[in-house]
């Protein structure tokens, strides 16, 4: 008879310490209480005897090695049963007023999390350190290095070294910057005491941190801080991971080979495209010609009638070829883009593992790179098959609209908060003049915001630097929503406009072969937008910017509530 499984859960603590300094106690005893079964190391008797006749003071400071080592322990003991996931949940439940300990909140943080506030905690350390033998002769800089670290990232003071042209937007930058700041502190230092004490300084914040979180995970971040010529062999001994490192460099290797047969794929595809491109030159070239005789044949349609029905019946066969021709085209690119964003999504994935090192370190910094640019062009890459995807389901008719009400202005600013990287670079300014009180947009979400960000992009392509982009959004009545994108660029002429709104037309310049690109940003928004039962126009000249309107019906405007 088949038994009922049941989740395992480990014993409950007999009741819950109503604050911190008694939790610190309860999770200690049990912990042990857990261990007892399987015996007590003897290494771990002598740390646990120390540890409970230290004032509460020490106690709070040596909790986070005391919890891992008795962790670990009872992990090792009981597993498979009792897993660190199991001993955070106690903790959480049962054991929640040491959560209010910063030091020993650390070790249930994200592991991006842990990286931070472990090398925030080394510098710290070094520069107290440094503080405390130089004095006033380094008291204003050391200490403005201290309260900046203090305060990062929450609220960031001025960064005393020039590391970086503005504030990290992630804890994986900040983390970035710190190795930066490590190794011109550690070359600060040097100037400043000599090469044998700066050295002690770095060894003494890594021996603090050690002290109490070398058994987290994320402790190799550590290791990784120190300027190269502080590293050696204990250290470094202690964090080899051989086998994970040659799993990686195999991945690495079969990352390779699928990028050069996705290089392959790619090429035939563009040789396919060349191909279909091509017969529909010739086809317009041939419907043109045609035209053209059946114009001249016009002036003498009572004696040729017959000849001129023929014609009209031949024109419609073509114009019904070139119909099926772009349904074949459009179904080949929607078939070949889903057979290629499988491949891409595993090689964005597994590159990104790589470069983040969630599985530990690479062991050379170039990997890491290497690993950086195969994930950034297969983001590339997948974006242009989205947007060949998207362009294959608009024209095949097969795209459906998932409508909701949706706030028009918070679309407009999250979009532009996609750009803004990008706007950045190019020291652009992107001004954003909702009318207060729009009505919210009845429509389908990802559509109107992938208008709005293929706008600003092209905006943002063309703009030279220390231009601006203005994005107005009014409620005009009876021509329902008005939008408006204009930005200071290069501009088209108007005789490029048509051209630019077909898929893959793009107008002739030098600015534009050097910024590349598929054509489809333009066409896909005006698609998007005609499906809303609305419209896309554009307006420019060479040299004065670009105004890009669109325009959403009445009956898609609902007012807001009062």
């Known amino acids: 008879m088949w038994r009922r499984w049941r989740p395992f859960r480990i014993p409950v603590p007999e009741s819950k310490p109503p604050d911190a300094q008694q939790a610190c106690a309860a999770l200690v005893h049990y912990l042990e209480t857990l261990l007892a079964p399987h015996g007590v190391p003897e290494s771990l008797q002598a740390q646990l005897a120390r540890f409970k006749v230290l004032p509460p003071t020490r106690q709070r400071a040596e909790l986070p090695a005391v919890y891992l080592a008795l962790a670990r322990a009872v992990v090792d003991a009981a597993a498979p049963r009792v897993t660190p996931a199991h001993l955070q949940r106690a903790v959480e439940e049962h054991f929640a007023p040491l959560l209010a300990w910063p030091d020993f909140a650390l070790i249930f943080a994200r592991p991006e999390r842990q990286e931070f506030l472990l090398c925030r905690r080394l510098l710290l350390g070094v520069a107290n350190h440094a503080t405390a033998l130089l004095g006033a002769a380094g008291k204003d800089f050391l200490a403005g290095l201290a309260a900046w670290l203090t305060a990062a990232p929450e609220a960031p003071a001025p960064v005393p070294f020039d590391l970086a042209p503005e504030p990290p937007r992630s804890e994986r930058e900040w983390v970035l910057l710190f190795f930066r700041l490590a190794r011109d502190l550690h070359a600060y230092l040097e100037t400043k005491l000599g090469e044998i004490r700066a050295r002690a300084f770095f060894e003494q914040g890594y021996d603090e941190v050690a002290a109490g979180y070398s058994g987290l995970d994320a402790f190799p971040v550590v290791v990784n801080l120190l300027p190269g ?15 994970i490192q040659k799993v990686a460099l195999q991945k690495i290797r079969e990352l390779d080979e699928i990028n050069a047969q996705l290089r392959a794929q790619n090429e035939q595809l563009m040789a396919v495209r060349r191909e279909l491109v091509s017969a529909r030159d010739e086809l317009e070239q041939r419907v043109a010609l045609r035209t053209a005789e059946l114009s001249a044949i016009n002036g003498q349609l009572e004696r040729e009638i017959g000849e001129r029905k023929l014609a009209e019946r031949d024109l419609r066969a073509a114009k019904e070829a070139a119909d099926l021709a772009n349904q074949a085209k459009s179904e080949f690119l929607a078939n070949m883009s889903h057979e290629l964003r499988t491949p891409l999504n595993a090689i964005i994935g597994f590159s990104d593992i790589l470069a983040n090192g969630r599985f530990g370190p690479l062991g050379n910094a170039r990997y890491e790179a290497y690993a950086r640019d195969i994930n950034a062009s297969g983001q590339h890459l997948l974006g242009i098959i989205n947007d060949i995807l998207d362009m294959a389901k608009v024209e095949a008719g097969k795209i459906e609209l ?66 601006r982009i203005t994005v107005t959004a009014n ?55 005609e499906l809303h039962g609305g419209s896309l126009s554009l307006a420019s000249r060479p040299g004065s910017g670009t105004t890009v309107t669109v325009r959403f019906p009445p009956s898609r405007a609902i007012p807001r509530a009062a």
């Open 229 to 243: 010529k502080l590293l050696d062999s204990e250290k470094i001994g202690k964090l080899s991971r051989r086998q």
């Open 402 to 467: 998932h409508e909701t009400r949706l706030d028009l202005g918070e679309a407009i600013r999250s979009s532009v908060r996609l750009v803004s990287p990008r706007a950045s670079e190019g020291r652009l300014t992107i001004d954003v003049l909702d009318e207060p009180g729009l009505p919210l947009l009845y429509g389908d979400e990802r559509l109107i915001r992938q208008i709005f960000i293929n706008l600003l992009s092209n905006a943002a392509k063309f703009t030279p630097a220390g231009g």
């Open 475 to 529: 409620d005009a009545a009876a021509e329902g929503i008005v939008v408006e994108v204009r930005d200071t660029g290069i501009g088209i002429a108007p005789g490029d406009i048509p051209m630019v709104l077909m898929p893959f037309g793009q107008a002739e310049s030098a600015l534009t072969r050097r910024h590349g690109g598929t054509g489809l940003g333009l066409p896909l928004s005006k698609s998007f937008a």
